[in-house]
């Protein structure tokens, strides 16, 4: 069975960090990219980072110099370091995985930024 699970979700204040943290299992196959986006109320859903091969990143712009994406030696975990957490940063984060034939998504964490 194929799993896509993150976890690391919660309340912080404003100021705070969260870690998010992402696990695919049950697929044999080498996936290119995985990536972190977010969706609020009223909202698309948006990038905030991803991370393709080990090294090669991309950011919202948002985001930029406040998270950070890395990604485990298997290819099969990614994390995000959130820092400087911020009320507009409040949002439903959903994983990502994706090859050019495949786009798999996990069940979303909620992420409160609040006081």
């Known amino acids: 069975q194929v799993q896509l699970v993150e976890s690391g979700g919660g309340l912080v204040q404003p100021g705070g960090s969260l870690r998010l943290s992402c696990a695919l299992s049950?697929?044999?196959?080498?996936?290119?990219?995985m990536g972190w986006y977010r969706q609020a109320p009223g909202k698309e859903r948006e990038l905030v980072a991803a991370?393709?091969?080990?090294?090669?990143?991309n950011y919202g712009d948002s985001v930029k110099g406040r998270f950070t994406i890395t990604r485990g030696d298997t290819k099969n975990t990614v994390w995000l370091q959130m820092n400087s957490l911020k009320s507009e940063d409040t949002a439903v984060y959903y994983c990502?995985?994706?090859?050019?034939?495949?786009?798999?998504w996990g069940q979303g964490t909620q992420v409160t930024v609040s006081s």
């Open positions: 049950g697929i044999m196959i080498n996936i290119e990219t």
């Open positions: 990502n995985a994706k090859n050019w034939d495949i786009d798999l």
């Open positions: 991370i393709t091969g080990g090294t090669r990143t």
